[in-house]
Nanobody, 123 residues
Framework: VQLQASGGGLVQAGASLRLSCTAS????????VGWFRQAPGKEREFVGA????????NYPDSVKGRFTVTRDVAKNTVYLQMNSLKPENTALYYC?????????????????WGQGTLVTVSS
Protein backbone atom coordinates (compact mmCIF):
# COMPACT_ATOMS: atom_id res chain seq x y z
CA VAL A 1 0.00 0.00 0.00
CA GLN A 2 1.27 3.44 -0.90
CA LEU A 3 -0.24 6.53 0.65
CA GLN A 4 0.09 9.93 -0.90
CA ALA A 5 -0.66 13.12 0.96
CA SER A 6 -1.06 16.20 -1.19
CA GLY A 7 -2.40 19.73 -1.09
CA GLY A 8 0.26 21.41 0.98
CA GLY A 9 1.79 24.73 0.10
CA LEU A 10 2.70 28.20 1.23
CA VAL A 11 -0.16 30.31 2.55
CA GLN A 12 -0.61 33.38 4.67
CA ALA A 13 -1.95 33.28 8.21
CA GLY A 14 -5.72 33.06 8.23
CA ALA A 15 -5.93 31.13 4.97
CA SER A 16 -7.34 27.66 4.42
CA LEU A 17 -5.95 24.53 2.84
CA ARG A 18 -7.39 21.13 2.16
CA LEU A 19 -5.03 18.21 2.24
CA SER A 20 -5.86 14.93 0.54
CA CYS A 21 -4.72 11.42 1.31
CA THR A 22 -5.09 8.76 -1.34
CA ALA A 23 -4.00 5.16 -1.42
CA SER A 24 -2.86 2.87 -4.16
CA UNK A 25 -2.62 -0.86 -3.95
CA UNK A 26 -5.73 -1.38 -1.86
CA UNK A 27 -8.75 0.34 -0.47
CA UNK A 28 -8.81 1.48 3.12
CA UNK A 29 -12.58 1.87 3.39
CA UNK A 30 -12.62 -0.50 6.37
CA UNK A 31 -9.86 1.28 8.26
CA UNK A 32 -9.54 4.38 10.31
CA VAL A 33 -7.28 7.08 8.87
CA GLY A 34 -5.36 9.66 10.82
CA TRP A 35 -3.44 12.85 10.20
CA PHE A 36 -0.25 13.83 12.00
CA ARG A 37 2.20 16.64 11.61
CA GLN A 38 5.79 17.25 12.51
CA ALA A 39 7.46 20.62 12.66
CA PRO A 40 11.24 20.97 12.54
CA GLY A 41 12.77 20.09 15.88
CA LYS A 42 9.45 18.98 17.36
CA GLU A 43 7.72 15.71 18.11
CA ARG A 44 5.15 14.25 15.76
CA GLU A 45 1.72 15.53 16.71
CA PHE A 46 -1.72 14.06 16.13
CA VAL A 47 -4.17 16.45 14.45
CA GLY A 48 -7.22 14.32 13.73
CA ALA A 49 -8.58 11.01 12.52
CA UNK A 50 -11.70 9.38 11.16
CA UNK A 51 -13.24 5.97 11.51
CA UNK A 52 -14.25 3.68 8.69
CA UNK A 53 -17.82 4.99 9.07
CA UNK A 54 -16.79 8.60 8.83
CA UNK A 55 -16.86 9.39 12.56
CA UNK A 56 -14.15 11.86 13.52
CA UNK A 57 -12.08 11.44 16.64
CA ASN A 58 -11.73 14.15 19.20
CA TYR A 59 -9.40 16.77 17.87
CA PRO A 60 -6.55 18.12 19.98
CA ASP A 61 -7.14 21.56 21.42
CA SER A 62 -4.48 23.02 19.13
CA VAL A 63 -6.69 22.44 16.07
CA LYS A 64 -10.19 22.00 17.47
CA GLY A 65 -12.73 24.12 15.65
CA ARG A 66 -10.34 24.84 12.77
CA PHE A 67 -9.40 21.43 11.36
CA THR A 68 -11.83 18.81 10.08
CA VAL A 69 -11.20 15.29 8.79
CA THR A 70 -13.61 13.80 6.27
CA ARG A 71 -13.52 10.89 3.89
CA ASP A 72 -14.91 10.00 0.48
CA VAL A 73 -15.16 6.24 0.34
CA ALA A 74 -15.92 6.15 -3.37
CA LYS A 75 -12.70 8.03 -4.09
CA ASN A 76 -10.68 6.15 -1.44
CA THR A 77 -9.59 9.54 -0.19
CA VAL A 78 -9.44 11.20 3.20
CA TYR A 79 -9.26 14.96 3.58
CA LEU A 80 -7.95 17.34 6.19
CA GLN A 81 -9.62 20.73 5.91
CA MET A 82 -7.56 23.36 7.69
CA ASN A 83 -9.04 26.79 8.31
CA SER A 84 -7.69 29.89 10.01
CA LEU A 85 -4.15 28.66 9.63
CA LYS A 86 -1.48 30.02 11.93
CA PRO A 87 2.31 30.20 11.51
CA GLU A 88 2.67 27.58 14.25
CA ASN A 89 0.77 25.15 12.00
CA THR A 90 3.79 25.03 9.70
CA ALA A 91 4.84 21.39 9.48
CA LEU A 92 5.08 18.32 7.34
CA TYR A 93 1.64 16.71 7.40
CA TYR A 94 1.28 12.94 7.17
CA CYS A 95 -1.68 10.67 6.72
CA UNK A 96 -1.72 7.13 8.01
CA UNK A 97 -4.00 4.11 7.77
CA UNK A 98 -4.96 2.54 11.08
CA UNK A 99 -4.65 -1.14 11.94
CA UNK A 100 -8.31 -1.10 12.97
CA UNK A 101 -11.58 0.43 11.83
CA UNK A 102 -11.10 3.42 14.10
CA UNK A 103 -8.76 6.36 14.27
CA UNK A 104 -6.50 7.01 17.20
CA UNK A 105 -4.11 9.64 18.47
CA UNK A 106 -1.41 7.01 18.98
CA UNK A 107 1.05 6.59 16.09
CA UNK A 108 1.46 2.94 17.08
CA UNK A 109 -2.16 2.37 15.99
CA UNK A 110 -1.27 2.97 12.36
CA UNK A 111 0.14 0.53 9.90
CA UNK A 112 0.77 2.52 6.72
CA TRP A 113 2.20 6.02 6.46
CA GLY A 114 2.39 8.44 3.58
CA GLN A 115 5.34 10.61 2.57
CA GLY A 116 3.88 13.81 3.87
CA THR A 117 3.04 17.16 2.37
CA LEU A 118 4.58 20.42 3.54
CA VAL A 119 2.40 23.20 4.85
CA THR A 120 4.04 26.57 5.42
CA VAL A 121 2.07 29.40 6.96
CA SER A 122 3.58 32.86 6.81
CA SER A 123 2.71 35.65 9.21
Amino acid sequence: VQLQASGGGLVQAGASLRLSCTASGRTFSNNGVGWFRQAPGKEREFVGAISWRGEPTNYPDSVKGRFTVTRDVAKNTVYLQMNSLKPENTALYYCAVARSAYGSSSPQSYRYWGQGTLVTVSS
